[in-house]
């Protein structure tokens, strides 16, 4: 039977299963996202609405859900079988991100007295590491994150100061910062966005601020778990970090040495952290952990709406990782998980320092440039690397066995081969960042290969056991002669029965022996006959196979035998547990070697991706002349790997003195999106220390990169696409910098033409003027390339060419100077098969309104109506004024209503007929 279908019912009475359904009735109330699962022994079960969710994250389908108890208190329930409870544990965590309650029966089975045993959260998985073991999201490509954030705001000011707090229990890593922000909280995104999270703890709270903050958890798709207030209480706090903490040798063993302790609010958020991932209930947890600052300013602020609009990462729940669909999934060539876990690292958290940058790309085109040393890398030296991290987490928390320290004493053995074959390469940087560092850590472990070696039997491995040798110890020396004593004697028994019975030792009559019946001898069908009637003998069973059988003396040499192997074996549990206590030292050269591993295996990764590409990519040149971007022949690196696509590159150039804003136009499906795209995706590669999908880039070290691509609702939070747009538009114009590359695409399309005309030109102005800032705008307004000519040697018009032959349109996908001439969206709607009937009339209705339009332009270029132009001008100037004023978007949007109003009920006609 497959170990996807149930193979369990509910073996309980019509009195139990009532008895049970009080029970969970009783039970507290809780959130859809937490389930609860009931562990009955062999097999679990689920109830209540959980049962849904459970079999339609399991079965894809509800028809195994079944009913217990009696009317009107019938129950929805569904079992699970042990592999189908691994795959829900993992479903919920780890792609759901919902937290997981495990209640477990007290006496029998059926009893009715259940508690909470387990739980787990995306945040925290150390409990259920009990259940399923170490493995449990190994696959993934982040090690679960626990983020706590704070809130205090001064009553005075009003500003708002906020305390985060992220604690890696998997990396013994505990990371904090202070700092204000504005009432979107953009800057706690971005840390949110470099962190990656899966859990956020929050104190309860109805505050605006706390509103604010679950929208930033939701849009980064962070599980949001709220507190009581007294858990971010720093009381003790000092105490339980001088446990936690390591300690340098010659460093005061006092967690307030710490500059980070004096960041009160951070402290707060800390404290939460550690009570509720339950850290010092293991005392593995002790002496291991770091504590430091993130440092955000470190790296390129990237936000939700950027890392979508980019697709830097698969959507949550895509596990086929295609390169076409995302560009972790264009670089993930690694060879290790560890490797995996740090490309994810680093997409989230591209460089700003050009010398770390320039030294990441010095390694990758060393690599690009030299085929056989990056072939030898990837295709032999990572690819027999194991997760060392996680070999390493194993030997702390006590749970290793010699098969893992065999594991690494295989990785560590392999690597005078990958420092030779390194050294080949003569590269000054790759000497410095990689081959010295981890030729030191090969020294140090020097000693944890000699122990392997004396400890573990390498016979007994080659036959796929992993035993420590006999002669390490004496007790085990002198089990190990009883043992072989034994097996001689029965050897001997064998020999006896087969002169008894006539037969060939070791040919027609054997000895074998397996764990259920010890020592016994078996004969094929045909030598039967030889048993009959001998009472010497007695006979196990009888099969196609041949019968098996025994005699009083071998039975006695196997209860000597049994005995003696179990005390061999709990004699060897005591040497294994020594062995791991020793190899326990070695874990924190194990996570350096682990981490230069990783690194080498990303970079590996980027050049063998580079190398993979249908056209060359290029090494990007980094700056800090933030007065040009200029890429050329830029190409979408994921989709021009796409089947049955030719790409078609272009160049985008940014120069302050003559080119800082370009608006662009052109046809629906004519590339402009994709330009825009691949310009981000080219910066975000460069900071990140990869090739670039070009034939020459040249590019500053961004501060930060913001987009707004595409549309979308986001209807589970409330928001039209307008608001969702206004959202983010705000956020950019608060955060841009001359430093930052902005892409905008299709702004304003939610309202009505005039006033979303009038919202984009308004915030292209200001991005252009006032933010300063690189930034590719693309607009079907084509009202917007006027911004060119009032702002010449700033604003440029660009568009996507395109062309109708023959009264067919023919997207060029190439980017050329200046404004699109023509819209050509009854083109695109012929292509996609609009009855010509509602063609002609959109022909007919678009003349009718040019022509009304041109009228309505003609009448205000008119003397006559230079009081009614005087008002518009003035309108767009207050809507302007608003905008700078407002801090809050929904109030930003009130006022131009109303200041709208009130200009219609003048009843002008100009107004009249314009802002209708």
Request: aromatic share 6%; proline share 3%; net charge negative.
């Amino acid at each position: 039977m497959s170990s996807l279908q149930p193979i369990h019912a509910l073996s309980l009475d019509s009195v139990q299963q009532q008895a049970f359904v009080k029970l969970f009735q009783s039970l507290p109330e809780k959130p859809a996202t937490t389930v609860r699962i009931f562990d009955r022994n062999d097999y679990y079960s689920v109830h209540g609405s959980d049962a849904t969710t459970a079999a339609r994250e399991v079965f894809s389908s509800v028809a195994n859900i079944k009913k217990m108890g009696l009317e009107p208190n019938r129950l929805d329930y569904l079992v699970l079988s042990k592999g189908n409870f691994e795959i829900l544990l993992k479903k919920l965590l780890l792609v759901r991100r919902y937290r997981v309650e495990i209640y477990v029966a007290d006496g029998s089975v059926k009893g009715s007295d259940w508690s909470l045993k387990y739980k787990g959260s995306p945040g925290y998985l150390s409990q259920l590491e009990e259940i399923l073991g170490e493995g449990l999201g190994a696959s993934d490509e982040t090690t679960p994150c626990l983020m706590a954030v704070n809130i205090k705001t001064d009553a005075v000011t009003k500003g708002r100061l906020l305390g985060v707090a992220c604690v890696t229990a998997g990396d013994y890593q505990m990371s904090v910062t202070e700092f204000t922000d504005d009432d979107l909280l953009t800057e706690l995104e971005t840390i949110t966005v470099q962190m990656a999270p899966s859990e956020c703890l929050v104190p309860m709270s109805d505050s605006d601020d706390y509103k604010a903050l679950k929208k930033v958890m939701e849009r980064t798709n962070v599980t949001l778990t709220k507190l009581k207030k007294s858990e971010f209480s720093t009381e003790g706090l000092t105490q339980d970090l001088n446990r936690l903490l390591k300690f340098k040798e010659n460093q005061q063993q006092d967690a307030n040495a710490f500059p980070e302790t004096r960041k009160d609010v951070a402290m707060s958020s800390l404290a939460a952290a550690i009570k509720y991932s339950a850290l010092l209930t293991d005392s593995t947890n002790f002496a291991r952990f770091r504590l430091s600052t993130i440092q955000a300013d470190c790296f390129l602020h990237l936000d939700a709406a950027a890392l979508a609009a980019l697709n830097v990462f698969p959507e949550l729940g895509d596990t086929t990782h295609a390169p076409s669909r995302s560009l972790y999934g264009l670089l993930d060539r690694c060879r290790t998980q560890q490797g995996k876990r740090l490309l994810a690292q680093w997409l989230r958290q591209p460089l700003r320092d050009i010398n770390l940058i320039n030294e990441r790309l010095d390694i990758v085109e060393l690599m690009m440039n030299n085929s056989q040393l990056r072939l030898q890398l990837h295709e032999d030296h990572l690819r027999r690397i194991p997760d060392l991290q996680a070999l390493a987490r194993r030997l702390t928390r006590k749970k290793a066995n010699l098969h893992d320290c065999y594991k690494i004493y295989q990785a560590i053995n392999r690597l005078p081969a990958l420092l030779r074959c390194l050294g080949e390469a003569d590269n000054a940087t790759v000497h410095s960042s990689i081959t010295e560092p981890i030729s030191e850590l090969n020294e140090d472990l020097g000693k944890f290969v000699q122990m392997i070696e004396t400890t573990v039997d390498m016979e007994a491995v080659d036959r796929g056991d992993f035993l420590v040798k006999p002669s390490f110890d004496e007790q085990l020396q002198s089990l190990s002669e009883q043992l072989e004593e034994l097996q001689s004697t029965a050897e001997k028994e064998l020999n006896k029965a087969a002169r008894d019975l006539n037969l060939d030792a070791g040919k027609t009559i054997k000895l074998d022996c397996n764990p259920q019946n010890g020592f016994f001898f078996r004969v094929t069908m045909k030598e039967e006959q030889s048993l009959r009637g001998n009472k010497k003998y007695t006979i196990i069973d009888a099969v196609k196979g041949g019968v098996r059988f025994k005699t009083k003396a071998l039975d006695n040499i196997t209860e000597d035998y049994t005995s003696t192997k179990s005390s061999y074996e709990k004699e060897q549990d005591t040497v294994v547990a020594e062995i791991v206590g020793i190899a326990a030292g070695y874990s924190e050269c194990l996570f350096s070697l682990s981490h230069i591993l990783s690194r080498l295996d990303v970079l590996v990764s980027f050049a063998v991706a580079a190398a993979s590409a249908p056209a060359p990519y290029v090494r990007p040149v980094i700056t800090e002349d933030i007065n040009e971007l200029v890429l050329k022949d830029l190409r979408h690196p994921c989709l021009e790997i796409a089947e049955g696509v030719s790409y078609i590159p272009n160049d985008v150039v940014f120069k302050r003195e003559s080119s800082l804003l370009h608006i662009v136009t052109g046809a629906n499906m004519g590339g402009k999106s994709t330009w825009m795209r691949s310009c981000g995706a080219a910066c975000v590669l460069a900071q990140a220390g990869a090739p670039v999908a070009a034939a020459a880039a040249r590019l500053p070290a961004l501060r930060a990169l913001a987009a707004r691509l595409g549309a979308a609702d986001a209807e589970a939070r409330g928001h039209s696409t307008f608001m969702t747009e206004m959202l983010d538009t705000a956020a950019i114009l608060r955060t841009a910098t001359p430093d930052s590359l902005v892409l905008i695409d299709e702004l304003g399309r939610g309202t009505s033409t005039y006033e979303g005309c009038g919202i984009a030109w308004a915030i292209a102005e200001e991005l252009a003027t006032k933010s300063k800032c690189f930034c590719l705008f693309a607009t079907h307004y084509q009202e917007l390339t006027r911004l060119a000519s009032a702002h010449p040697g700033v604003i440029v018009n660009s568009h996507a060419e395109a062309s109708v032959v023959s009264g067919q349109l023919l997207l060029l996908h190439r980017i050329a100077p200046g404004p699109a001439l023509h819209s050509l969206g009854l083109h695109v709607a012929k292509l996609a098969d609009l009855p010509e009937h509602i063609i002609d009339y959109a022909e007919a209705k678009q003349a009718q309104l040019e022509i009304n339009l041109f009228d309505v332009e003609a009448a205000v270029e008119s003397q006559e109506s230079t009081e009614g132009h005087k008002l518009i001008v003035e309108f767009l100037r207050k809507c302007k004024q608003i905008q700078e004023e407002t801090t809050s978007d929904e109030t930003m949007m009130k006022k131009i209503g109303a200041l709208k109003e009130e200009l219609l009920k003048s009843n002008n006609k100009y107004v009249a007929s314009l802002m209708a």
